[in-house]
C-alpha cells in the first residue's frame, strides 16, 4: 500500500495524451485504510516481540493473560481484516489506485509512462501480495 501511495503522489501531476495518468478523481482512502489497518497489525505484532525480549517469563505472563482474550481478539482482528478487504474490494470502481492500476485505461498508456510507472507492477503489489499477506497474517493467528 506504501509502494502505491508513493507512485501516485510522485506521478499525479504527470500527463499522457494531454489528461493526468491517474483517474480523476482518484478515491486514496481504500489504500489509506487498509494501510492503517497494516500499521496496527505490525504494531500489536511489536508488543508481543516485545514482551519476549523483557524475558521467557514476562512472554509467558503476557502469553497467558492475553490466552484468555487470544480467541476474542482473534476473531476481532480476523473480522477487522475481512471487513477492511471487503470494503477495498467495494471501492473498486475504477477510481481508486487498485482498480485503475489494474484496469484497462492503465493498461491503454502504460506504454507511455513506462519510464516513470509501472501499473503491472501497482496491480501486482497491490492485489497478489496483499491478498496473501492477509491470508498469512490470519493463518499465523490461527
Known amino acids: 500500500m506504501t509502494y502505491a501511495l508513493v507512485k501516485y503522489y510522485t506521478t499525479k501531476n504527470h500527463n499522457a495524451h494531454g489528461t493526468s495518468i491517474w483517474a480523476s478523481p482518484t478515491m486514496l482512502w481504500p489504500t489509506f485504510m487498509l494501510l492503517a489497518v497494516s500499521l496496527v497489525t505490525v504494531v500489536l505484532n511489536i508488543f508481543t516481540i516485545c514482551a519476549y525480549f523483557r524475558g521467557v517469563e514476562k512472554a509467558n505472563t503476557t502469553s497467558s493473560v492475553a490466552g484468555y482474550i487470544g480467541y476474542a481478539l482473534l476473531a476481532v482482528h480476523v473480522l477487522v481484516w ?61
Open 82 to 142: 475481512a471487513v477492511s478487504m471487503g470494503l477495498f474490494k467495494m471501492a473498486n470502481t475504477g477510481k481508486d489506485l487498485w482498480g485503475y492500476s489494474c484496469g484497462s485505461q492503465a493498461d491503454a498508456i502504460q506504454e507511455e509512462v513506462q519510464s516513470f510507472v509501472d501499473f503491472g507492477k501497482l496491480c501486482t503489489t497491490q492485489v497478489s501480495l496483499v491478498l496473501w499477506l492477509f491470508a498469512l497474517n490470519v493463518t499465523l493467528h490461527l
